[in-house]
């Protein structure tokens, strides 16, 4: 008889061993220009399921907006579809050592943090975003000013316990929403304040990562820098928000995050050129995540502006639109009101992908539903889907696009992917269709 002490050894190591789950990279990832963080080139991910570092050089992060926690709690989150995750926002306020959160935020970053540690993902904290940015301008001016921002950066890093910290200046020497204060000194006071944090004892450990514009920082004279190379020294990565390229404010219907733009009739850019103006100043294509988007904008759009001739159904791409009616997207689209500048603004016109199924556009599986038009632009690469009976047009995100775009990211060598955003109960679509076009799978395994 098998000896009974064996058999309890046996069912206490399984109580006792704790599995840990880790995403593997590309299969033709390299990893030999791995640094520690500040270093350069630094992991900005969880490790390994045994603890190595043998797959640092990939990034599967998402965005978490907190204001939403209220009915959408970090435990809501897909972990095991990231190896890191980001809380949106903090924001900057006119006492430079103040930086602001929501109430919810307070409330849920820190289960966001305790969660992200159970499911060993790495947890990053954004400060800024379009109405969060008015003023780093102010925070980064001078010498006194960005001691004084840092202790509060590195004060919320010793609060919460957040693994690093991005900063999503939108935009550092041009601006954003429209009342941001702005100086001819933001990228090189910008620059020299990160210097500054990785020096610091706490900021030399923690991963830095910046959501970026589709053309690198601007100098002093306005327009984009050629070498942003010393920015890279001092970020572990930056992502680069490849969406809101077309919207309500273009001439046209246009692709909401084109992956390529030479065919559009306006090059307004894409994941393509804004790759080549990153790397082309000098900034390395491995510390560089491709943003992409889990929504889309709509357009109002004319039956016989959106198909084609003759009584066929194909829809047309770039369309004409009517400006002044814009359709509603889903229930977290933004109302009409002011916005932090006091200016009034319209609908946002924003449709999640969630969104879309719960508004009759696709079907549960991502497809177009019944009596949706449907049309796949192969030079953009993405989608649009149109209701001819509310007029109502949508550029957005599939599975097919989110593909595309992980193909890309490994040609290209870049360092992954970041999503706006993760909340939503069908996304799991599109980060399994990016992930498995990466070559990127979830792996287990247990230890004591």
């Known amino acids: 008889?098998?000896?009974?002490?064996?058999?309890?050894?046996?069912?206490?190591?399984?109580?006792?061993?704790?599995?840990?789950?880790?995403?593997?990279?590309?299969?033709?990832?390299?990893?030999?220009?791995?640094?520690?963080?500040?270093?350069?080139?630094?992991?900005?991910?969880?490790?390994?399921?045994?603890?190595?570092?043998?797959?640092?050089?990939?990034?599967?992060?998402?965005?978490?907006?907190?204001?939403?926690?209220?009915?959408?709690?970090?435990?809501n989150i897909s972990w095991s579809k990231y190896n890191t995750l980001t809380f949106?926002?903090?924001?900057?306020?006119?006492?430079?050592?103040?930086?602001?959160?929501?109430?919810?935020?307070?409330?849920?970053?820190?289960?966001?943090?305790s969660e992200g540690k159970v499911h060993n993902v790495s947890t990053i904290l954004s400060i800024g975003g379009w109405s969060g940015s008015m003023y780093f301008s102010n925070a980064m001016a001078t010498s006194q000013d960005r001691s004084t921002f840092m202790k509060a950066v590195l004060g919320l890093v010793n609060q919460y316990g957040v693994d690093g910290i991005e900063f999503d200046w939108e935009y550092p020497g041009k601006q954003g929403i429209g009342c941001n204060t702005v100086s001819s000194s933001d990228s090189a006071n910008f620059l020299s304040f990160l210097q500054e944090l990785r020096t610091d004892p706490i900021g030399s450990e923690l991963i830095l990562a910046a959501a970026v514009s589709i053309t690198p920082f601007?100098?002093?004279?306005?327009?984009?820098?050629?070498?942003?190379?010393?920015?890279?020294?001092?970020?572990?990565?930056?992502?680069?928000?490849?969406?809101?390229?077309?919207?309500?404010?273009?001439?046209?219907?246009?692709?909401?995050?084109?992956?390529n733009d030479t065919c559009a009739p306006t090059k307004d850019g894409s994941a393509v050129s804004a790759i080549e103006a990153w790397t082309s100043a000098g900034f390395p294509a491995d510390q560089i995540s491709l943003g992409v988007a889990a929504y889309g904008h709509s357009f109002d759009v004319s039956n016989s502006n959106a198909?084609?001739?003759?009584?066929?159904?194909?829809?047309?791409?770039?369309?004409?639109?009517?400006?002044?009616?814009?359709?509603?997207?889903?229930?977290?689209?933004?109302?009409?009101?002011?916005?932090?500048?006091?200016?009034?603004?319209?609908?946002?016109?924003?449709?999640?992908?969630?969104?879309?199924?719960?508004?009759?556009?696709?079907?549960?599986?991502?497809?177009?539903?019944?009596?949706?038009?449907?049309?796949?632009?192969?030079?953009?690469q993405t989608p649009f889907v149109y209701n001819p009976t509310s007029d109502v047009m949508v550029s957005y995100d599939d599975a097919t696009s989110f593909a595309a775009k992980g193909r890309f990211i490994n040609e290209m060598g870049l360092k992954g992917f970041s999503v706006w955003h993760i909340l939503g109960d069908y996304d799991d679509i599109l980060i399994d269709a990016i992930s498995d076009a990466m070559g990127i799978e979830m792996v287990c395994s247990s230890s004591s």
């Not at 270093?39 to 907190?66: E, H, K, Q, R």
């Not at 916005?339 to 696709?362: A, Y």
């Open 88 to 113: 949106a926002f903090a924001t900057t306020t006119t006492d430079i050592g103040t930086i602001a959160l929501d109430s919810i935020s307070q409330q849920a970053l820190p289960q966001f943090v």
């Open 307 to 380: 198909l084609g001739g003759s009584g066929s159904q194909t829809l047309k791409l770039y369309p004409p639109f009517n400006a002044g009616d814009q359709p509603h997207g889903d229930s977290q689209d933004g109302q009409a009101g002011t916005d932090e500048c006091g200016n009034q603004t319209p609908v946002g016109g924003i449709f999640n992908f969630w969104g879309l199924v719960d508004g009759g556009f696709l079907t549960p599986n991502g497809t177009a539903a019944s009596g949706i038009d449907y049309v796949f632009d192969n030079c953009s």
């Open 1 to 75: 008889m098998f000896p009974f002490f064996l058999i309890l050894a046996a069912l206490l190591q399984i109580v006792l061993c704790e599995p840990k789950c880790g995403l593997v990279p590309p299969k033709n990832a390299i990893d030999s220009n791995a640094k520690t963080p500040g270093g350069g080139t630094g992991s900005g991910v969880s490790g390994s399921p045994d603890g190595s570092d043998d797959f640092t050089d990939v990034l599967a992060n998402g965005w978490y907006p907190g204001w939403l926690a209220s009915d959408n709690p970090p435990s």
């Open 218 to 259: 601007v100098g002093s004279d306005g327009a984009p820098m050629t070498d942003v190379s010393p920015f890279a020294d001092v970020l572990d990565h930056i992502s680069v928000m490849n969406y809101d390229i077309w919207g309500s404010w273009s001439s046209s219907v246009g692709p909401n995050a084109p992956l």
